[in-house]
């Protein structure tokens, strides 16, 4: 089993940055893949960004591309987001994800975290 555990959401003015973690722990050892998801009030959770074990290859929704960018520290067993140039539309709860292929879809993960709230005023 792998747990994973977000931080760093809260509020912030649009324009803004936060930079999310995801700390994973448990069966760490299996070269995990990991991705960001959303979700907003009344809509479905949604694909934000993920990356690979070695951070060769990284993939971005078109709504997040050249604002937000993924990043890792396996040493660390944590993976980050950082979101620049914020907009009230990226008010969502994020989630973290971990599996063994890195995906794009809510099903090509089988680890979840709690998720941390992220809220853009305007």
């Known amino acids: 089993q792998v747990q994973l555990s977000e931080s760093g959401g809260g509020l912030v003015q649009a324009g803004g940055s936060l930079n999310l973690s995801c700390a994973a722990s448990?069966?760490?050892?299996?070269?995990?893949?990991m991705g960001w998801f959303r979700q907003a009030p009344g809509k479905e959770r949604e694909f934000v960004a993920a990356?690979?074990?070695?951070?060769?290859?990284?993939y971005y929704a078109n709504s997040v591309k050249g604002r937000f960018t993924i990043s890792r520290d396996n040493a660390k067993n944590t993976v980050y987001l950082q979101m620049n140039s914020l907009k009230p539309e990226d008010t969502a709860v994020y989630y973290c994800?971990?599996?063994?292929?890195?995906?794009?879809?809510?099903?090509?993960?089988?680890?979840w975290g709690q998720g941390t709230q992220v809220t853009v005023s305007s």
């Open positions: 990356i690979t074990w070695s951070s060769r290859s990284t």
């Open positions: 448990g069966r760490t050892g299996s070269t995990l893949a």
């Open positions: 994800a971990a599996d063994r292929t890195v995906a794009s879809t809510i099903k090509g993960y089988d680890y």
